[in-house]
């Protein structure tokens, strides 16, 4: 004879929804709606946990790597946002969980929310920043709309070295990006537009070529001090650099620019611009 006490209640059968499966995707809970709560864990993990090994491997910091990441993170968030869509269309019938509870799903939201503190200390925490161009003080080099992304951990322990393209903060905290011409102990002028770097001309094919009738640019010679760099724009008829605003200290760098991952001018993506490693130009 059966105990029926000891005999556990199946738990009542729910319907599910689609479009309800559907609309818990937008907030990565789907799984958690359809009852899968270990699907809906390792699918909010799997992005997060993807990211800190490219960043950490460095892999994020070049161009297959970036993209590698991209394509893989979007894959996890398809996958997580329409399966649990085909489960609740398949088996309209399933059996109640504990978690399918309101306050679970907003326990939910309270612990994945923090995550979303990664991103103001990205560079800190993953070594890479990302910026987009608003300017032309660059070009050609750089053209306004390209996304580049940024080796926020390069100057660490080395100091920016002549030719890199940096990314550093100004002492009222606007992030600029210019070209190291000078390191400390060097001294520098400029002659007809000719940058001159210990006594000798430096050749500089990255430099925009002037308009017609621009006039001579010149600057009154320089000697940088200890941790002291001196940056200039590429287009020196319009950038707002070392010349105006004095030497960088190395404190103040970001870090190194390593290529340009997008560009998009207006509504046109320039598909000829990206991707394009800058690093080692």
């Known amino acids: 004879m059966t105990d029926s006490a000891s005999t556990p209640t199946p738990a009542k059968p729910r319907q599910l929804h689609p479009g309800l499966a559907f609309l818990a995707g937008f907030v990565s809970m789907g799984y958690l709606y359809v009852g899968r709560g270990w699907h809906a864990l390792a699918f909010a993990l ?43 269309w398949r088996r309209p019938l399933t059996p109640a969980k504990p978690y399918n509870r309101w306050w679970w799903y907003v326990a939910w939201i309270v612990v994945t929310e923090p995550f979303a503190m990664i991103v103001p200390s990205r560079g800190s925490l993953l070594g890479y920043e990302l910026y987009n161009i608003p300017s032309v003080a660059m070009s050609p080099t750089l053209q306004q709309g390209d996304h580049i992304v940024v080796d926020a951990w390069r100057y660490r322990d080395d100091p920016p070295s002549i030719g890199d393209l940096v990314v550093y903060r100004t002492p009222d905290g606007i992030n600029m990006v210019k070209r190291v011409v000078g390191v400390p102990g060097d001294a520098l002028e400029m002659r007809e537009r000719v940058l001159w770097r210990n006594g000798m ?22 000697t940088l001090n200890a941790d002291e ?49 800058l690093a080692g130009e």
């Not at 394509?71 to 399966?83: E, P």
């Not at 200039?232 to 340009?260: A, H, K, Q, W």
């Open 201 to 222: 001309p430096v050749d500089e094919p990255y430099v925009r070529t002037p308009e017609p009738g621009a006039r001579p640019l010149g600057m009154a010679p320089i």
């Open 46 to 88: 799997a992005p997060i946990a993807l990211l800190f090994v490219a960043a950490w491997t460095r892999w994020i910091l070049a161009p297959a790597g970036w993209y590698g990441y991209l394509i893989g993170a979007a894959l996890v968030v398809i996958v997580g946002f329409t399966h649990p869509i085909v489960i609740a």
């Open 229 to 277: 760099f001196f940056v200039l724009g590429d287009y020196r008829d319009n950038s707002l650099d070392s010349r105006m605003t004095g030497p960088v200290e190395r404190d103040s760098f970001v870090g190194r620019v390593e290529f340009i991952s997008f560009s998009m001018t207006g509504s046109a993506v320039q598909w000829d611009r990206f991707p394009r490693q």
